[in-house]
């Protein structure tokens, strides 16, 4: 495999690299060659197409010059090989969509000696493709969760969340990140049996929880105002390996007594799911 890999290298050499880089001018050049795989979190292997991947794109940065070569390979083209000019590099790997979103990174390679005329092996990237949720919460035509209606606002002051395997399965204990941009805001722990009662969810805030089995799942969010589930949410969504799944949930008023008036029309609190 070795030898047949450093032949394609430097037949690429009489014509050009897979990606359009040259082979440098003056010494000849040595090269470098990748074989890569995808499993899931629990080791299972994964197609490329599984996750969404189309190549698998390899910077190598040489230490003395300072440039670096991008190679993107196909993702299903394992191994590759890629013409380098003698020296010492080092290289991020990482698996992309087609249009080059990430979708998982293989740990950084440095030190890698490029000996001129050698084909130099590194060490296999084993990719993991994760499935994961990012949420976010809105009350439209509202432009803010919290706050008084008088400030543009639902009034909510506490919610809770609860997240289940499909629509009537069981809970899905994780822990849920909250940012708002780049600031992190604390966690947030799921228990359905007795529901975390956390401040208010704001529309500018996300939720993001970073590994979970691909599947179906459903998430309640209730938006409390002096205790009463005012305001809520259910979405079912489709959780799959590769991208993380971002999908913006949208409140709705419930008819809870004791609830204020909302601008706009009210619904049944069954038509929102259950009361976590």
Sequence with gaps: MTSKLYYSAMLALAVSTGCGNPAPPGAPPGSISLAWSIADADGHAVACDAVGASTVSLTARNRTSGTSVTTAWPCAGSPRAQLLAAGVYDARITLQTTNGTPIATAPDQAGIVVVAGQLTPLAPAAFVARASLVLSFGA??????CGSLEDGGTGISSSTMTLQDDQNGPCEPVTVFRTRGQTPLGTYKINCGSPQV?????ADETFTI?????GTYTVHMRGKINGANCWGADATLLVALGLPTARTVNLVALSTPGCPQAPFAPVAPHDAGGSP
């Design 140 to 145: 439209p035509p509202l432009p803010a969760n």
């Design 198 to 202: 956390a401040t208010c969810f704001e």
């Design 210 to 214: 970073p590994s979970l089995p691909p």
